[in-house]
Structure formats: C-alpha cells, structure tokens
C-alpha cells in the first residue's frame, strides 16, 4: 500500500463517499446531531441541577443535596461511558464506504451491538496510558532531581520528617511550601515528564489506530487481539501515517477554531469585554454558532477525511490478510 500517493488515497475516498449517495454525509450529520443534542441536554440538566442543589443550603437539605449530586455524578458517569460506543459507529459506516456497501442508521449502533469487546478495548488502552505516566513519572523526578538541586532541597526536610514520623500530614508539609518556590523547582521534572509520556504515547496511538476498526470489522475478535493486530499492521507505516495526518492537520486546525466558538462567552468575560446579553444568553448564542460549524463541517469536509482513514485501514487489511484479493480501484 502506497501512502506516499495521499491525494489518490483521498480522491479514492471521496468517490466511494459520493458512490453511496451522500448517505455517509447524511449519516455524519445524524452523528453529530445525536452528539452535540445529548451534549446540550446534559448540560442543561447539570445547570437545573446545580441550581438545586445551590438552593438546599444547611442541614436541612443535606438529604435532598445528597440525592441531587448523585444524580449528577450518574448522568455524567453514564455519558461518558456511551460517548465512545456511539462515536465508535462512524468508524463502521465508512468501512461500509470504501467496501462499496450502502450504510445504513442502524450502522451507527455497531459500537452497541460490540459492546463487550469495545469496553474493553477502550478499558485497556486507559490502562496503558496509566502504565505509561509510572515508569515515566519516575525517571523524570529521578533525572529532574539532578537537574534542579532546589528541588531537592524542598523535598529533603519532608522525606526526613516522613522517616522519623510515619504518620505524618504529608499534604500538610506539601501546603506549606511556597507555590512560586515549588513550581521553580519543579519545572525541569514537569518538562521531562510531558515529553517523555507524550513521546510514548503518541507512538502507541499511531501503533493502536487501527483497534477500533478490527474490533468493528471481525465478531470473533477480543480486544487484545485487536491490539496486537493493529501493531503489527501498523509495522512499516507509521512514517506514512504521520504524514497522512499532517495532510489534514488544516482540518484539525478548523475544529479547534471552531470549539473556540463554544467558549467566546468566556473568553469576551476574562478578556473584560461586556456584552450587550446576559451571560446564560450568551453561553447560549456561542454554543448555537459551534453547533453550526460543526455540523457544517461534518456534512462538507469530515466525509472525505473519514473515508480515507477507513479506506487505509482496508488497503492494509488486505495487504496483510488476504494479499492475493487486494483491489485498490
């Protein structure tokens, strides 16, 4: 599979797209739609439960506040948790795309119907970014002590008062340094660290993104499997996938000016510009205005950069499974 030819990569996606009558577009839309609507339900009902539980003040309403955070914190938990299995679907449709099958609405449930396999996909890859931040928290303290004696000086009086008093209030200890002084001492482990694990994980993202697909594509397969299949599929490439993603790093350019638009409300307020609407009216407008442009986005340009993913995670597929099938017209 030649990656080097992107403009014939994303030329071929955006033919299978238009082969399938706008319906990925349509599809994309309803995505989003779904998305941003739940969003903006959730945020709503945390603001009324907020105000709920502002207003439940003293030992009275501890009962009521009480019921009213755990509602909250299970909205949110139960958000989360679904926010992957329902974005995870596009991935499916558009693997339909580049095979030259129609998608169809329910296509976006796929992540649902995996249900078991994608949690634990997305529960080991959490486990691994926390695998990752250990070993590198530890050789960036160890290097950065050397790096910053100040550092060790701060620190020093706390691991003596520790070894002659277990029971000591580290936290407390920890309060009592000043901020300016901590964070003067620390910056060449905190440097260390965001460049070490960032460096790791960048590496395991590019290794792993073919994950979702596999554990879309193939019933049988669990999520380990998915894992190692997506690193070894991976193997020879990652230069071309690098360079794939630069090609549209215009579009990631787009969506991060457009979530500015999510926060214009907040940025006018800091930045000491009044507005002419209240606050909740204007969190309101900008987040109308970031709807829009996401949603135009992902009618117009998101398509084309999501069937050429699809379509390299297919090439690849049949360059390494089924080399004597491999149709790339």
């Known amino acids: 599979m030649d990656l080097k030819n992107r403009k014939g990569l994303k030329d071929q996606a955006q033919k299978l797209v238009d082969r399938c009558d706008n319906q990925p577009r349509k599809l994309t839309l309803i995505s989003s739609a779904v998305y941003l609507g739940l969003s903006l339900v959730i945020s709503l009902i945390t603001l009324v439960l907020n105000r709920g539980i502002a207003g439940t003040g003293g030992l009275s309403g501890i009962q009521t506040r009480n019921i009213l955070q755990t509602i909250q914190s299970m909205l949110n938990l139960v958000y989360t948790i679904a926010q992957p299995f329902w974005l995870v679907g596009l991935a499916y449709v558009y693997m339909q795309t580049v095979r030259k099958q129609m998608p169809q609405t329910q296509s976006l449930l796929r992540g649902f119907h995996r249900f078991g396999p994608v949690l634990r996909l997305n529960l080991l890859k959490w486990a691994l970014l926390f695998m990752v931040a250990f070993p590198c928290a530890f050789a960036s ?30 936290y407390a200890m920890m309060a009592q340094i000043p901020v300016k002084e901590l964070l003067g001492a620390t910056w060449p482990m905190l440097i260390l660290f965001t460049v070490m694990y960032l460096a790791i994980v960048i590496v395991f993202a590019y290794r792993f993104q073919f994950a979702d697909y596999l554990i879309l594509d193939d019933p049988k397969i669990g999520a380990i499997q998915a894992l190692k299949n997506s690193f070894h599929m991976t193997k020879g490439i990652l230069g071309g996938l690098v360079m794939l993603d630069l090609s549209f790093l215009w579009y990631h350019g787009l969506q991060a000016l457009a979530a500015l638009f999510a926060f214009t409300d907040l940025i006018l307020t800091y930045s000491g510009i009044s507005l002419p609407v209240s606050r909740d009216m204007a969190s309101i407008i900008s987040a109308c205005i970031y709807a829009a442009l996401v949603l135009t986005m992902d009618y117009t340009i998101r398509p084309r950069v999501e069937a050429t993913y699809a379509l390299v995670y297919d090439r690849r597929r049949n360059q390494i499974y089924f080399p004597y099938t491999l149709d790339e017209n």
């Open 141 to 170: 303290s160890y290097v950065g002590m050397m790096l910053s004696p100040k550092m060790y000086d701060l620190f020093e009086p706390i691991a003596m008062e520790m070894q002659q008093n277990p029971n000591a209030d580290i």
